[in-house]
T-cell receptor, first 114, second 113 residues
Framework: NAGVTQTPKFRILKIGQSMTLQCTQDMNHNYMYWYRQDPGMGLKLIYYSVGAGITDKGEVPNGYNVSRSTTEDFPLRLELAAPSQTSVYFC?????????????FGEGSRLTVL | AQTVTQSQPEMSVQEAETVTLSCTYDTSESDYYLFWYKQPPSRQMILVIRQEAYKQQNATENRFSVNFQKAAKSFSLKISDSQLGDAAMYFCAYRAGNTPLVFGKGTRLSVIA
């Protein structure tokens, strides 16, 4: 059972470039999330989804876009990368909060924008 | 908006000793979940322990236990018999209803041999 898989694990971008962070889960979770973690800080929510076709903004959505065409996949797109987007990105998924509430995390993707 | 506060940016503990990490939260909900996650240098987020607010009994997982004070909105983590492998960032987190998890800023725990 792979759980939550993120790719790539590391990436260096130049200012103004675009890229997509991929996230897939095999636990049939309806809920999926993208967080970013800046050095020495906690996790801040970028976007989340409560099911296929439904997405919603989190605390820090500017500069990002998401889509949720299937239950398994929740890609995060960075448009016009900026140095402020240098961070570690975590994808996570969960059952309905009515079941257990806990999130299952991917291993993170370290993005550097130069 | 719900907030989670971890007032101790860094803590240290001697190997085999006990340490308590503090967490407070702000909510108007009566039913919610609280979590402690561990993040070692590998960056992986690992669930340590979970507490349902409707349960009065404090959760325990081996050497890890919590002191859940619902009225005071406090949720501290106690690590007994600390081991070198316990060194990590520890995040307190809160979740109610369908809302996403809200994290505190974390406490970095060092274990001294």
């Amino acid at each position: 059972n792979a759980g939550v898989t993120q790719t790539p694990k590391f990436r260096i971008l130049k200012i103004g470039q675009s890229m997509t962070l991929q996230c897939t889960q095999d636990m049939n979770h309806n809920y999926m999330y993208w967080y970013r973690q800046d050095p020495g800080m906690g996790l801040k929510l970028i976007y989340y989804s409560v099911g296929a076709g439904i997405t919603d903004k989190g605390e820090v959505p500017n500069g990002y876009n998401v889509s949720r065409s299937t239950t398994e996949d929740f890609p995060l797109r960075l448009e016009l990368a900026a140095p402020s987007q240098t961070s570690v990105y975590f994808c996570a998924s969960s059952y309905s909060p009515l079941k257990t509430g806990e999130l299952f995390f991917g291993e993170g993707s370290r993005l550097t924008v130069l | 908006a719900q907030t989670v506060t971890q007032s101790q940016p860094e803590m240290s503990v001697q190997e085999a000793e006990t340490v308590t990490l503090s967490c407070t939260y702000d909510t108007s909900e009566s039913d919610y979940y609280l979590f402690w996650y561990k993040q070692p240098p590998s960056r992986q987020m690992i669930l340590v322990i979970r507490q349902e607010a409707y349960k009065q009994q404090n959760a325990t997982e081996n050497r890890f236990s919590v002191n859940f004070q619902k009225a005071a909105k406090s949720f501290s983590l106690k690590i007994s018999d600390s081991q070198l492998g316990d060194a990590a960032m520890y995040f307190c987190a809160y979740r109610a209803g369908n809302t996403p998890l809200v994290f505190g800023k974390g406490t970095r725990l060092s274990v001294i041999a």
